[in-house]
């Protein structure tokens, strides 16, 4: 079993400075590139942001398909017809409406959106089979690609317990036909496999999970509605904290409170800038600090450490512009990490479960365990009271399988892990 020590600080920090690094990251004219940062060593590694289309995440028990919502990439749901239907697609005239990726969480890409509310085996592009762990394609998609083509494109299936992805894409008229299987196995070390459908394979395009904490790209956001630059967050590790607060200084600010933590991808985002119509260029909030929770280690031990960052430039990519971020990057040491009272050791086995779960945690006081499905919806809750290192059972034999979410909550801190069930 992976044993997973993580030190966390108290609930208001007072931490230790270290030196502040100013940092730039270039996504060049246009924003043509994406960039996967790094903290600590400042390493990034680019790509082009036209290099792929569609993505498919690469964990076993995972649905979840993206769309590439920085390019032209549009995609929409064919409206008059299934899957069944593949040879008679027409969209002349159609009025489509484009789907895109969530901005709160990697898991809701936009190939998943239409999801049908409270059918646990609608995946939106398919239905899961509780017998086989297939999940069968129902629907038809229309994608423009980054590169200006517009096909039809059927996921044919996910095979779960192999790990793999069967999908076709061709013309709209079925020409040019082409059929995929992607062992997403191969690709363990990204949390999500890029496709080209203008080049036909998979697009090296994104370093491993683990070698990069914040992406620095253009998305659409929904919520303005239109397409922003900004940066968002590698969730599988990293949280983040904004704190905002009229005469802050950033250079010398560094608390924060533990609770306040999330893994919203988008809480750094774009509106840390706002575009001076006057002046015709970018500025800056200078009362804004983003931290960064991160977690770091192996499969032995694992660990947080801390970061602190805030922009002091923005050159906008258009105009011969660079795309130029410039920001201040700080690590920050926590005087309390080496508190024992405040370690705590939470892990999930065996994992994937078919009928118990074990809970394993280190904690002095009352824990509450949550169930929770992908929605946030609690299914469950469990409380005990703890005085050290403890292993709890759950029963999750009344569960249907496929993915949860087992919350751990300790006063005002908690903590989430992810488990499958079989």
Same mark, same amino acid.
């Given at each position: 079993m992976k044993k997973s020590l993580l030190w966390v600080v108290s609930m208001l920090c007072g931490l230790q400075l270290t030196a502040q690094t100013e940092r730039e990251v270039i996504t060049g004219a246009s924003y043509a590139n994406e960039v996967y940062y790094k903290l600590g060593d400042g390493n990034a590694a680019s790509s082009e942001r036209t290099a792929w289309d569609i993505a498919f995440s690469s964990k076993m028990m995972e649905i979840n398909i993206l769309a590439n919502n920085g390019t032209d990439v549009m995609v929409y749901t064919y409206p008059n017809g299934t899957a069944a239907d593949w040879e008679n697609v027409d969209i002349t005239g159609l009025e489509m409406t484009p789907m895109y990726n969530s901005i709160e969480t990697w898991l809701e890409g936009a190939f998943v959106q239409n999801q049908v509310e409270g059918d646990?085996?609608?995946?939106?592009? $398919?239905? *899961?089979?509780? %017998?086989?762990?297939?999940?069968?394609?129902? %629907?038809?998609?229309?994608?423009?690609?980054?590169? $200006?083509?517009?096909? /039809?494109?059927?996921?044919? #299936?996910?095979?779960? !317990?192999?790990?793999?992805?069967?999908?076709?894409?061709?013309?709209?008229?079925?020409?040019?036909?082409?059929? #995929? @299987?992607?062992?997403?196995?191969?690709?363990?070390?990204?949390? *999500?496999? !890029?496709? %080209?459908?203008?080049?036909?394979?998979?697009?090296?395009?994104? !370093?491993? %999970?683990?070698?990069?904490?914040?992406?620095?790209?253009?998305?659409?956001? *929904?919520?303005?509605?239109?397409?922003?630059?900004?940066?968002?967050?590698?969730?599988?590790?990293?949280?983040?904290? #904004?704190?905002?607060?009229?005469?802050?200084? !950033?250079?010398?600010?560094?608390?924060?409170?533990?609770?306040?933590?999330?893994?919203?991808?988008?809480?750094? $985002?774009?509106?840390?800038?706002?575009?001076?119509?006057?002046?015709?260029?970018?500025?800056?909030?200078? @009362?804004?600090?983003?931290?960064? /929770?991160?977690? /770091?280690?192996?499969?032995? *031990?694992?660990?947080? #450490?801390?970061?602190?960052?805030?922009?002091?430039?923005?050159?906008?990519?258009s105009m011969g512009g660079q795309g130029v971020y410039t920001f201040q990057e700080e690590q920050l040491s926590a005087t309390s990490a080496g508190n024992p009272d405040m370690i705590r050791l939470l892990e999930l086995y065996p994992n994937p479960s078919h009928e118990t779960l074990q809970v394993v945690y280190d904690f002095n006081g009352e824990v509450q365990l949550d169930v929770l499905d992908l929605n946030g919806r609690v299914l469950r809750s469990e409380t005990a009271v703890s005085n050290g290192f403890e292993t709890q059972r759950i029963d999750v034999r009344s569960l249907e399988p496929g993915i949860y979410l087992l919350r751990a909550r300790m006063g005002q801190m908690s903590e989430v892990?992810?488990?499958?069930v079989e």
């Open positions: 646990e085996l609608d995946y939106g592009w $398919g239905r *899961y089979n509780t %017998s086989t762990h297939f999940i069968s394609g129902d %629907s038809i998609f229309i994608v423009e690609t980054a590169g $200006g083509a517009t096909k /039809k494109l059927v996921i044919v #299936e996910k095979d779960a !317990p192999n790990n793999t992805w069967t999908f076709k894409y061709a013309n709209v008229d079925g020409t040019e036909e082409v059929e #995929e @299987t992607i062992a997403a196995n191969d690709y363990a070390d990204l949390e *999500y496999i !890029p496709y %080209s459908m203008d080049a036909g394979q998979v697009a090296d395009v994104a !370093p491993a %999970s683990a070698d990069w904490d914040l992406l620095f790209t253009r998305y659409y956001d *929904y919520t303005i509605p239109y397409y922003v630059t900004g940066v968002l967050i590698n969730d599988a590790h990293v949280q983040v904290q #904004e704190v905002s607060e009229t005469d802050l200084d !950033p250079a010398g600010f560094s608390t924060f409170q533990q609770e306040n933590f999330g893994t919203l991808i988008s809480e750094i $985002g774009s509106d840390w800038k706002s575009f001076n119509m006057g002046t015709m260029s970018y500025e800056v909030a200078d @009362t804004t600090v983003y931290f960064l /929770k991160v977690e /770091k280690g192996d499969d032995v *031990y694992s660990y947080y #450490e801390y970061y602190k960052i805030y922009f002091t430039a923005f050159e906008s990519g892990r992810r488990f499958v």
